[in-house]
């Protein structure tokens, strides 16, 4: 059985009243929120930029492609900084770089009257650089100052926040993007009355705005102070030495490295399915419109909020490993059926528990690692399960772009393949599972470090 010592999150204050840095927690989940925020609308923004705006969908999905290929290499070299500097100056990092790039482009956009192609690219690719530091620090520096008993907590306010605020991004996004008129309109599977009419925003005004939440993140971390829990010491070896480090970490502990992969199928055909199946499968199975898939996102989202506040407390006692593997199970049957229904309600339900699964074996897995993965390591440790993930997105992204899967409602096809991918993964965690429910790294902790 695995020991989690977590509890069911009964509310943020009350977790606050039980941690050592409850002040520091404060400010890092108000500047995350706020950051991402404001990132969530400019990476909606982007995409309808070069596709309504530009006319130019092609050079998106250029663009996109080249950032895949450089997080494959920029996702080892992030872990290494993680690990050797002091987390909180890689937040402050990240956001001066955000203000600094969005601050440019939105002067650069108000200057010319819109904003060059080529400087929304460069927001896109630098905005994805700093997503793919900034949540392998987050969770860095969140068992850096974490009790262990507490963990389990973390993780699951990070997914109810994170999520919390991307329901609001998107639902902002939608409108500053568009504008909307006084009136009845139809918004994520609802009706809302506008009693007055909103305006529609520019780019370079959405940059500005998201360049003002990194100049209030950076100013929120500025203010963190902490004690910290786990014990860390200065790295001075090159990037390569550390980053062999790490390797040598997962080699010397290959179960951990099955775990890592294994458990993060369900992220890999989420992120395809949402990002590049969804709106053909609504469109072309479904046989439904734009509304749907703003329902979907709402339903995926809300799935993901239950399941940071229920998970752990459901698997506290029967184990972690127990947990995501119910998790897997069920994504397998749940992509079989979005194989098979034209129902719509269904197809709602199916987003829901989709969102519950995903978010479920994130908190989890997290917490997992948290217990048994060195705060000296975990940066690079998590670096190297996101390089492959990445590395696995981009192969069946690739596949699911053949005709074969683009034609006559093949969709399906993607979703079936989806299920089976999971279902492989699920076969190594069930073989070694007794192993993975003993598996123990000791982890050096001091409660009285400062």
């Known amino acids: 059985m695995n020991h989690t010592g977590a509890e069911n999150p009964r509310g943020f204050s009350i977790y606050l009243c039980h941690v050592k840095n409850a002040r520091a927690y404060r400010l890092l989940f108000i500047s995350n ?32 492609a080249l950032t895949t290929f450089i997080m494959l290499f920029w996702g080892m070299y992030a872990g290494s900084l993680i690990d050797r500097f002091s987390r909180k100056h890689v937040f402050l990092a990240v956001n001066a770089f955000g203000l600094l790039l969005l601050g440019a482009a939105a002067g650069i956009g108000f200057w010319l009257g819109e904003v060059p192609a080529w400087a929304a690219m460069a927001v ?37 926040i994170g999520q919390s605020t991307s329901i609001l991004s998107g639902s902002v996004a939608a409108i500053l993007l568009s504008g909307m008129a006084a009136g009845k309109h139809q918004f994520g599977g609802m009706e809302i009355t506008l009693p007055f009419t909103i305006q529609a925003w520019s780019l370079h005004e959405i940059f500005l705005a998201d360049a003002i939440t990194y100049l209030l993140g950076f100013i929120l971390i500025a203010m963190i102070r902490y004690v910290p829990i786990a014990i860390r010491h200065k790295e001075t070896g090159t990037m390569f030495e550390r980053i062999r480090t790490g390797l040598q970490f997962l080699q010397a502990h290959p179960l951990l490295f099955l775990f890592g992969n294994a458990s993060y199928a369900i992220f890999v055909v989420l992120l395809v399915t949402f990002q590049q199946l969804m709106p053909q499968y609504i469109d072309q199975h479904m046989h439904a419109g734009a509304g749907t898939y703003a329902f979907a996102e709402v339903m995926y989202s809300i799935g993901a909020m239950l399941a940071g506040v229920f998970m752990v407390w459901t698997f506290r006692r029967s184990g972690f490993i127990l947990g995501i593997t119910v998790m897997m199970g069920a994504t397998v049957i749940i992509y079989t059926l979005f194989a098979t229904t034209h129902q719509v309600l269904l197809f709602a339900v199916l987003c829901l528990l989709i969102g519950i699964a995903n978010a479920g074996t994130r908190v989890l897995r997290t917490t997992w690692l948290f217990q048994h993965v060195p705060n000296q390591s975990i940066g690079r440790i998590s670096s190297v399960f996101q390089t492959i993930n990445i590395l696995f997105r981009a192969i069946i992204s690739a596949v699911f772009a053949l005709p074969f899967f683009n034609r006559n409602g093949q969709i399906v096809y993607a979703f079936a393949v989806c299920a089976v991918f999971v279902g492989i993964w699920i076969i190594p965690i069930l073989k070694n599972y007794q192993k993975l429910v003993s598996f123990r790294i000791p982890l050096e902790t001091d409660q009285d470090a400062v």
């Open 124 to 160: 896109f690719a630098g905005t994805i650089l700093v997503y793919n530091m900034h949540y392998p620090a987050l969770y860095a520096f969140g068992q850096e100052i974490t009790e262990r008993e507490h963990y389990g907590k973390f993780t699951s306010w990070v997914e109810i």
């Open 33 to 64: 929120a706020v950051s991402g925020f404001s990132q969530g609308i400019s990476m909606l923004a982007i995409p309808w930029y070069f596709s309504k705006i530009l006319g130019k969908p092609e050079l998106f999905g250029m663009l996109y």
